[in-house]
Every structure is written in C-alpha cells, then in structure tokens.
C-alpha cells in the first residue's frame, strides 16, 4: 500500500504554468505505474496522465496533450506534472493516483492522494 501527497496548485492566469508534485509518504512508488487524474466543478473525475514504473513510457488525455509532461524520480519517490499553456478549462483538484491503468481513453487507479487545487483565471 502506498500513501500519496500532493502539492504545487495554485492560481495561475490562462497561458501560465504549473508544476505539480507528488511524494509518497508511506510505501514505495517504484513498483507502480502512477500518474494524475482531476476532479474539475459539476464534472466527472478523469485520468489526465500516467507513467510506467520505469518511465519508459506514459500517457496523456487528448486535452492536455503537448501542453503537459509527466516524469518521476523513483529515488525521491516522485512523480511530477509539468503543466504548460494553462487554459481556464483546466481548472480541477488534481489527485496523484497510483497503480494507475489505461485502457484507451479510460483511466483507473487504486490509490489516490487528497488532491491539489489548480484555478486558472485572469
């Protein structure tokens, strides 16, 4: 079992960038494919990207692709999401989630941290 934390949201004005990162306080990451998914106002949760215990390979939603990168330290126990070209429309609690899996646009996970703000306003 692995116990996740996040942090780095904030407020950042449209364009902007933000960078999230995850720890895990209890456990080791190395084993999982981990990642991040958002819980935006009014809307569904969904699986914005993940990344393989090696690293070698992730993935992105379509919406958030080119303008996010995921990576991790297995060293530290982290997972990072470099966020870039911020619109309004991402605006969500974002949740570090391990034992993520992807099944085409279809994302679950097992373990999930309490989630970090992200508001993106002029």
């Known amino acids: 079992q692995v116990q996740l934390v996040e942090s780095g949201g904030g407020l950042v004005q449209p364009g902007g960038s933000l960078r999230l990162s995850c720890v895990a306080s209890r456990g080791a990451m190395d084993r999982y494919t981990v990642g991040w998914f958002r819980q935006a106002p009014g809307k569904e949760r969904e699986g914005v990207s993940c990344?393989?215990?090696?690293?070698?390979?992730?993935w992105y939603q379509e919406s958030v692709k080119g303008r996010f990168t995921i990576s991790r330290d297995n060293a530290k126990n982290m997972v990072f999401l470099q966020m870039d070209n911020l619109e309004p429309e991402d605006t969500a609690v974002y949740l570090c989630?391990?034992?993520?899996?992807?099944?085409?646009?279809?994302?679950?996970?097992?373990?999930w941290g309490q989630g970090t703000q992200v508001t993106v306003s002029s």
């Open positions: 990344i393989t215990s090696s690293g070698h390979r992730s």
């Open positions: 989630v391990a034992d993520c899996r992807v099944y085409g646009n279809y994302y679950e996970a097992d373990y």
